[in-house]
């Protein structure tokens, strides 16, 4: 291959580690200095800096380099433009070290079953993960955010404003409440006191 060899590696949460990527990377050619990165964003966020540092980057006869698929995006409609704007540029996409060939109707096909089964993962993750927040939640173990005042303070706060004796400000002054989250914690007052 001629031109230079640019590198992009994904990883979807900060806690993750991209040194098996840029181990792959660097074994498919691409030196150190020409690996982008984005580390805390999903595939399915087309606007990543590291990303769009690597689209720019490329120029023609240059090749983007990943070492799955599924790094450069979760989405068949992201993956599918993301390869026409590397074509248009005349840069050639390498997938794990095999050449995406736009001209190619196998290679055509290939990445569309490839972009199509990176979206599918994608989608399985996202339903696992409302699955088991639901049965989390029905076993209490995912109680959401807890209130800041306790069933009693909240009480207090509701008299204190309806006596009318405090003004909004004076209020979140003595409840440490902004006053949206004043107003909020209100509200919930009311709806316990009908219960």
Do not use: W
Not at 55 to 81: F, H, I, M, Q, Y
């Amino acid at each position: 291959m001629d031109g230079i060899l640019i590198g992009y590696a994904r990883c979807s949460t900060a806690g993750q580690d991209l040194r098996a990527q840029r181990t792959a990377l660097k074994r498919l050619g691409v030196p150190d200095d020409r690996i982008y990165t984005d580390k805390g964003y999903t595939g399915r966020n087309r606007h990543r800096p590291g990303l769009r540092e690597a689209l720019a980057a490329c120029r023609e006869g240059d090749t983007l380099v990943v070492s799955k698929l599924d790094r450069l995006g979760r989405s068949a409609v992201d993956l599918r433009a993301i390869a026409d704007e590397l074509e248009a540029k005349g840069t050639r996409l390498s997938i794990g070290g095999s050449v995406h060939d736009p001209t190619d109707p196998t290679g055509k096909l290939f990445f569309g079953m490839l972009s199509l089964m990176a979206e599918f993962e994608s989608d399985l993750i996202r339903a696992r993960t409302r699955e088991g927040m639901a049965e989390a939640k029905k076993a209490g173990r995912l109680k959401g955010k807890q209130p800041k005042l306790s069933a009693l303070q909240r009480k207090r706060l509701l008299a204190d404003y309806e006596s009318g004796e405090y003004t909004a400000g004076q209020l979140c002054e003595i409840s440490g409440l902004s006053r949206s989250a004043m107003y909020a914690t209100l509200r919930r007052a009311r709806d316990e006191s009908t219960l």
